[in-house]
Antibody
């Protein structure tokens, strides 16, 4: 079946970087883009950006564009999201989700990866 | 671009729940809705204003006109208790703040 499986929970110190992976299965990876969405504890959803898995085109949220990098490895059907210069405000569950274009509805979501930033 | 949702909506079992999402000229944009149950990932329940993905019950419907999109749940069941988020596109993806639906 179609699924997105993300890497496990991370604990990072302020100023560090984190890289979360998202492995797709059950469909042709390069037929859909991948968005990344995060959710701070008790808060709503925040879109971080989108990457086109076919050509690597990206569209990052303005708030994060200088700290985030999204990449893909089509050979392993895996997408990656790296966030740098972490602060406690980056503590959140990070989701990958499948969307045809950056403007598209997100039809399938990963299980989420908890990233905790703490000294 | 901002999308505004009521923080909470309450409904009795079997009744109709309506959750609104407001934004400037939102009716000119495609809107979708996600359901997120406690401790789970979001699930798409409505896309392109009115369309239901495969597997979503017919009691879920959507509309979008003017400045307001609405998610309607007819014959609400206890299993529908969740947070609901609207989403639209304005050069970037924008989410509403979410609405907690309580089925009393």
């Amino acid at each position: 079946q179609v699924q997105l499986v993300q890497s496990g929970a991370e604990v990072k110190k302020p100023g560090a970087s984190v890289k979360v992976s998202c492995k797709a299965s059950g469909y042709t990876f390069i037929s859909y883009g991948i968005s990344w969405v995060r959710q701070a504890p008790g808060q709503g959803l925040e879109w971080m950006g989108w990457i086109g898995t076919y050509n690597g085109n990206t569209n990052y949220a303005q708030k994060l564009h200088d700290r985030v990098t999204m990449t893909t490895d089509p050979s392993t059907s895996t997408a990656y999201m790296e966030l740098r210069s972490l602060t406690s405000d980056d503590t959140a569950v990070y989701y990958c989700a499948r969307g045809l274009y950056d403007s598209s509805a997100l039809t399938m979501w990963g299980q989420g990866t908890m990233v905790t930033v703490s000294s | 671009y901002d999308l505004t949702q009521p923080p909470s909506v309450s409904v009795s079992p079997g009744q109709t729940a309506s959750i609104t999402c407001s934004g400037d000229k939102l009716g000119d944009k495609n809107t979708c809705w996600y359901q997120q149950k406690a401790g789970q990932s979001p699930v798409l329940v409505i896309y392109r204003d009115t369309k239901r993905p495969s597997g979503i019950p017919e009691r879920f419907s959507g509309s979008n006109s003017g400045n307001t999109a609405t998610l309607t749940i007819s014959g609400t069941q206890a299993m529908d208790e969740a947070d609901y988020y609207c989403q639209a596109w304005d050069s970037f993806v924008v989410f509403g703040g979410g609405t907690k639906l309580t089925v009393l």
